[in-house]
């Protein structure tokens, strides 16, 4: 394993941040740390930066124990959110000033940067301040200044979180393309479920300072250990005790023993794809992800009077258990005993 986290404990006062973390992240890995607010991802990855001093527990970058290692001693690159970048400098200035801090010849760091700035797309602009960047340049040129000391170890911090929506996705496939080329091992964290799926080879969900549950996008979304991973994994719909992704949520015009009475409450085109808000008898709130097709096959309508047929059902009883490495197991049972989840609703 490139990183491994065993049994990280991180308390600030009151707030356990961290509560016996362990994670593994196999080398060349992409991988995402996702959760909410609080939950302990940033602090997570600012103990393996070397940044935050654990209270318990230990980091091992390639085999050797980091622990008691400065930042500097660690071979990573840590991007921050807002830059950092020097506005005194230009981007040249900026992304090769860990180099001659380094002592690296004039030579070695003109070819080093001109290298990198080819490979971020900002070969062009080595002459330009931070200031006459926009938001994703600048970000690109962060990236560039962490790559260039050669780390063995990428660790990016919400790296997109400040730019809007459009950029965000244009710099999410451009994150993965880099990656490609360079294969550093790298952890980014995110609050956002969408750009970690679409991102991360392996994902790692936290909440509370512990770690819920770890491994691939599919693994999390179509066997979540527990309620939270199910709720925030994804869109889904709760009915009763039962969980339903709104994909799974059929409607149908005719009543039988497997439906559930609604009224439809509001059709939200999406493009390709409807969102289509219903009502239950007891005031619950849900909605279900139809085709333009499908919608216009039903012919519904705000107001109607529908049935929801849930497809596929997911419930959890008890507490989940741990596996040993901070992952929480699957407790839960799946199926599509309809009749159940419509007693249960």
Request: with cysteine; aromatic share 6%.
């Amino acid at each position: 394993m490139a990183i491994a986290v065993e049994g990280a404990c991180k308390r600030f006062g009151d707030f356990q941040a961290l509560d016996n973390v362990s994670i593994d992240v196999p080398d060349s890995s992409l991988t995402a740390l996702l959760g909410p607010s609080g939950s302990g991802k940033s602090t997570l990855l600012r103990a393996i930066a070397g940044l935050e001093d654990l209270d318990a527990g230990r980091v091992t970058i390639r085999g050797e124990d980091a622990s008691a290692k400065p930042p500097q001693k660690r071979g990573v690159g840590f991007v921050f959110q807002h830059y950092a970048a020097f506005k005194h400098m230009t981007v040249f200035g900026n992304v090769g000033f860990g180099l001659r801090i380094r002592k690296w010849s004039k030579q070695q760091i003109d070819a080093r940067v001109h290298e990198l700035l080819r490979l971020v797309q900002l070969d062009g602009l080595a002459g330009r301040y931070p200031d006459q960047l926009s938001g994703g340049q600048r970000q690109r040129m962060a990236l560039a200044r962490a790559l260039a000391i050669e780390p063995q170890v990428l660790l990016l911090d919400e790296p997109f979180g400040a730019l809007d929506a459009k950029v965000r996705k244009d710099l999410r496939g451009w994150l993965r393309r880099l990656h490609d080329e360079t294969g550093v091992t790298t952890i980014f964290v995110t609050h956002d479920q969408e750009e970690a799926m679409d991102v991360a080879e392996q994902l790692v969900v936290m909440n509370e300072g512990r770690v819920e549950q770890s491994g691939s996008a599919t693994d999390l979304y179509e066997h979540p250990a527990n309620e939270f991973v199910m709720s925030f994994v994804g869109e889904v719909n709760r009915l009763g005790e039962h969980f339903v992704r709104p994909h799974d949520m059929q409607i149908v015009l005719d009543a039988d023993e497997g439906t559930v009475e609604a009224m439809i409450r509001r059709i939200v085109p999406l493009g390709f794809e409807v969102r289509v808000e219903v009502v239950l008898g007891d005031g619950t709130d849900v909605w279900a992800q139809l085709t333009r097709t499908e919608l216009q096959r039903l012919e519904l309508r705000e107001g109607q009077i529908v049935h929801l047929r849930p497809s596929q059902a997911k419930s959890f009883s008890g507490d989940s258990s741990s596996d040993g490495h901070g992952a929480s197991t699957p407790r839960g049972r799946q199926g599509g005993d309809d009749a159940e989840v419509s007693a249960a609703a």
